[in-house]
């Protein structure tokens, strides 16, 4: 099943706001599934941290303004190995077909 996970990631230097050093070190993560690209993340404590237009000054970094973090985005590879499995499929039955061998065994049921 597709899923999207978001962590939050700060830059580690003197310039990071309060918000996003907490959201940074506490490995804060939003996980989504089945779900698009949301247009806003919220935060528990401190509401809506980032959206889409304005991205993290969504949450106007407190005094300082001047830290640039970023959110790790991870999608869940369910996806590819859906592909991965459909292509062996394909080279199994070019195998059968053509007498195509090397690498069968590798491409075979062994991945679970
Ligand atoms: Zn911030
Ligand atoms: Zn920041």
Redesign the pocket.
Known sequence: MPQLTLRWV??HDNN??PI?RELGDSNYTWVFNNEPMPNELFHPKHGIVWNVATG?AAHE?GIKGA???HLDIQFDLADLLEEAKKLRDSLKAGASAGGFTMGQRELGESEE
């Open positions: 700060h830059s990071v706001c996003c993290s970094h830290c640039r973090c």
